[in-house]
């Protein structure tokens, strides 16, 4: 119901926001115009044709009365009444009105942002048209001259009140409302203990209320919860439902995933192992194998019923004692997960050997029916029904496979059950508690910061310090003594000491690298010269066998 009621709201605050962004909620433009200031009196104006200083100065000092009036009451009136608006107030112009003066010059710039293009270009037309008048009136002198004629630009999204955003909101959550009452007539949820009996005619061994402590738990850490109390009392009725049906061997299962049947299961094995009964637990969930991750964490596949089904291991390998009596036979999850076929189910069954009670958990029937193999190696189903979970329709679809299948159901647990009003009561408790913990993570990454910083700080002062004491020339006698060596402790001289011995293992080896390098290279650079005079001796002898010595007397033969 809380989730249905959440996503109405966020229904609402996305359609807002969406026409927001698109303008339809709050359309608003902007109006822009600038104008200049000139002194004007008795009809005639007082500037020439060509200003000099005298006027220029007269229309600077008569700008901040300029815009004084513009935003005036007196103004704003006459503005009203010179564009014919009606339902537009004095303060309204005024309020969505910027006006400013283009640094010490005698030029104004007015910005208007106005929810409607032809209202803005009207008011501001008016403003230019109508202070003119105005200032007449009132100081006697000046007017104003329209330097850029007003232009409208369309702001995306515009300006919105916040009422807007309120009354979506509550909108928002009026239409989780209805989808939550319209889920709990045509699509009903069980809620009720009571139901499971009356709806399914099953008997309930147990309710155990929703706790996020007990889900973050391993089921062999020791706790004193109240939920230990629920279980214990489940696990000794199953223990008498079992015993008075005379059966040993059981699977669970339920109708979705997340209906917390593995955890469950995994805690009433333990108490039968605490009871002194010799139990077997194994995990047939195929598509989510969860109980090695409880139990053990990172599982070998040799410790698993996949490689005891496979022949990589015996029965004592894959096989894993919690406690005393209490063995688990985990699976893990592979590519192509096994089915239930005929090896398998002879593999289980001669696990099953030697153990008062046995144990299997699945995946869950109303998704998977192939579950239902295993009434050939079980005697009895157990039910888990989370709270408000499942539709009732679905939970019916999966009990009629099972009575169809001819196994009983010794019994159904109500698992993960809220309390609204103690939910309710809670919750500025369970909020201040989280915030804490936020405060405490936070806390907590800026001393990890800091401390990094210093060390950083400390690495760096440490190396400078070791750079100036060997490029110093100064004489024993004249250097300083370091006041950190005078007052550190013995702990501190050791540390000191041993980065030394450190630092001159790393030099020593250093400079051995380096002579290698040298050597290295001056051993190369011989290779070089011997290839480079065998050669020219190669050369040389090349070109004596083939060139016949000169003789100067052969050239005048042919004459």
Same mark, same amino acid.
């Given at each position: 119901?809380?989730?249905?009621?959440?996503?109405?709201?966020?229904?609402?605050?996305?359609?807002?926001?969406?026409?927001?962004?698109?303008?339809?909620?709050?359309?608003?433009?902007?109006?822009?115009?600038?104008?200049?200031?000139?002194?004007?009196?008795?009809?005639?104006?007082?500037?020439?044709?060509?200003?000099?200083?005298?006027?220029?100065?007269?229309?600077?000092?008569?700008?901040?009365?300029?815009?004084?009036?513009?935003?005036?009451?007196?103004?704003?009136?006459?503005?009203?009444?010179?564009?014919?608006?009606?339902?537009?107030?004095?303060?309204?112009?005024?309020?969505?009105?910027?006006?400013?003066?283009?640094?010490?010059?005698?030029?104004?710039?007015?910005?208007?942002?106005?929810?409607?293009?032809?209202?803005?270009?009207?008011?501001?037309?008016?403003?230019?048209?109508?202070?003119?008048?105005?200032?007449?009136?009132?100081?006697?002198?000046?007017?104003?001259?329209?330097?850029?004629?007003?232009?409208?630009?369309?702001?995306?999204?515009?300006?919105?009140?916040?009422?807007?955003?309120?009354?979506?909101?509550?909108?928002?959550?009026?239409?989780?409302?209805?989808?939550?009452?319209?889920?709990?007539?045509?699509?009903?949820?069980?809620?009720?203990?009571?139901?499971?009996?009356?709806?399914?005619?099953?008997?309930?061994?147990?309710?155990?209320?929703?706790?996020?402590?007990?889900?973050?738990?391993?089921?062999?850490?020791?706790?004193?919860?109240?939920?230990?109390?629920?279980?214990?009392?489940?696990?000794?009725?199953?223990?008498?439902?079992?015993?008075?049906?005379?059966?040993?061997?059981?699977?669970?299962?339920?109708?979705?995933?997340?209906?917390?049947?593995?955890?469950?299961?995994?805690?009433?094995?333990?108490?039968?192992?605490?009871?002194?009964?010799?139990?077997?637990?194994?995990?047939?969930?195929?598509?989510?194998?969860?109980?090695?991750?409880?139990?053990?964490?990172?599982?070998?596949?040799?410790?698993?019923?996949?490689?005891?089904?496979?022949?990589?291991?015996?029965?004592?390998?894959?096989?894993?004692?919690?406690?005393?009596?209490?063995?688990?036979?985990?699976?893990?999850?592979?590519?192509?997960?096994?089915?239930?076929?005929?090896?398998?189910?002879?593999?289980?069954?001669?696990?099953?050997?030697?153990?008062?009670?046995?144990?299997?958990?699945?995946?869950?029937?109303?998704?998977?029916?192939?579950?239902?193999?295993?009434?050939?190696?079980?005697?009895?189903?157990?039910?888990?029904?989370?709270?408000?979970?499942?539709?009732?329709?679905?939970?019916?679809?999966?009990?009629?496979?099972?009575?169809?299948?001819?196994?009983?159901?010794?019994?159904?647990?109500?698992?993960?059950?809220?309390?609204?009003?103690?939910?309710?009561?809670?919750?500025?408790?369970?909020?201040?508690?989280?915030? *804490?913990? #936020? &405060? %405490? /993570?936070?806390?907590? =990454?800026? !001393?990890?910061?800091?401390?990094? @910083?210093?060390? $950083? +700080?400390?690495?760096?002062?440490?190396?400078?310090?070791?750079?100036?004491?060997?490029?110093?020339?100064?004489?024993?006698?004249?250097?300083?003594?370091?006041?950190?060596?005078?007052?550190?402790?013995?702990?501190?001289?050791?540390?000191?000491? *041993?980065? #030394? &011995? %450190? /630092?001159?293992?790393? =030099?020593? !080896?250093?400079?051995?690298?380096? @002579?290698?390098? $040298? +050597?290295?290279?001056?051993?190369?650079?011989?290779?070089?010269?011997?290839?480079?005079?065998?050669?020219?001796?190669?050369?040389?002898?090349?070109?004596?066998?083939?060139?016949?010595?000169?003789?100067?007397?052969?050239?005048?033969?042919?004459?």
């Amino acid at each position: 119901m809380f989730i249905c009621t959440v996503v109405g709201l966020i229904i609402g605050v996305t359609i807002i926001g969406a026409g927001y962004i698109r303008g339809e909620v709050s359309r608003e433009y902007r109006v822009t115009s600038s104008v200049a200031v000139i002194t004007t009196g008795n009809g005639r104006e007082y500037q020439s044709a060509t200003p000099d200083q005298t006027n220029l100065n007269a229309a600077r000092s008569l700008t901040e009365s300029a815009i004084y009036i513009i935003k005036s009451q007196r103004n704003m009136e006459a503005v009203i009444a010179d564009a014919g608006l009606s339902g537009v107030s004095a303060g309204d112009i005024s309020r969505n009105l910027t006006v400013n003066r283009n640094g010490e010059t005698e030029i104004i710039e007015l910005t208007l942002l106005w929810r409607s293009e032809k209202e803005g270009l009207s008011i501001v037309n008016s403003i230019n048209k109508v202070t003119s008048s105005v200032m007449k009136e009132t100081v006697k002198l000046g007017a104003l001259s329209v330097i850029n004629e007003p232009k409208v630009t369309f702001i995306v999204g515009g300006h919105i009140n916040l009422s807007v955003w309120i009354y979506a909101a509550i909108i928002g959550f009026l239409i989780g409302v209805g989808i939550c009452v319209l889920r709990f007539i045509f699509l009903p949820s069980v809620i009720n203990e009571d139901d499971i009996t009356s709806l399914f005619g099953i008997d309930t061994l147990g309710s155990l209320p929703f706790s996020r402590d007990y889900a973050r738990m391993k089921p062999t850490t020791p706790t004193a919860l109240p939920i230990m109390d629920d279980i214990k009392s489940s696990a000794h009725l199953l223990i008498s439902h079992m015993e008075g049906a005379g059966v040993h061997k059981l699977y669970i299962t339920s109708t979705k995933h997340d209906e917390g049947k593995t955890r469950f299961i995994a805690d009433v094995a333990l108490q039968f192992a605490r009871l002194g009964k010799k139990t077997l637990l194994i995990d047939c969930n195929f598509q989510n194998p969860m109980l090695g991750r409880l139990f053990i964490g990172d599982l070998p596949y040799e410790k698993t019923l996949n490689a005891l089904y496979r022949g990589d291991a015996d029965k004592l390998d894959a096989v894993t004692r919690i406690n005393g009596c209490l063995d688990l036979l985990p699976s893990v999850l592979e590519r192509n997960p096994e089915n239930f076929n005929d090896a398998l189910l002879r593999e289980l069954n001669r696990v099953m050997e030697g153990y008062d009670y046995v144990m299997i958990d699945t995946a869950p029937v109303g998704i998977d029916a192939e579950v239902l193999r295993l009434n050939e190696i079980t005697e009895t189903v157990l039910y888990v029904v989370r709270f408000d979970h499942a539709r009732v329709d679905e939970i019916k679809r999966a009990m009629e496979r099972i009575a169809k299948s001819g196994i009983p159901v010794v019994g159904a647990v109500f698992n993960c059950v809220v309390n609204w009003r103690q939910t309710i009561i809670n919750a500025p408790k369970r909020m201040a508690n989280s915030l *804490k913990r #936020e &405060k %405490k /993570r936070r806390e907590k =990454e800026e !001393k990890k910061r800091t401390d990094y @910083q210093d060390k $950083r +700080e400390k690495a760096n002062n440490k190396s400078l310090r070791s750079r100036s004491t060997e490029e110093t020339t100064l004489p024993v006698e004249e250097a300083i003594p370091d006041l950190s060596e005078i007052t550190s402790s013995p702990s501190q001289e050791k540390k000191r000491e *041993k980065e #030394e &011995k %450190k /630092r001159e293992k790393l =030099e020593k !080896k250093r400079e051995k690298q380096e @002579q290698r390098e $040298r +050597e290295k290279r001056e051993k190369q650079e011989q290779k070089k010269l011997l290839s480079e005079k065998k050669e020219v001796k190669k050369k040389k002898n090349d070109h004596t066998e083939s060139d016949p010595p000169y003789d100067p007397g052969s050239e005048y033969e042919d004459l």
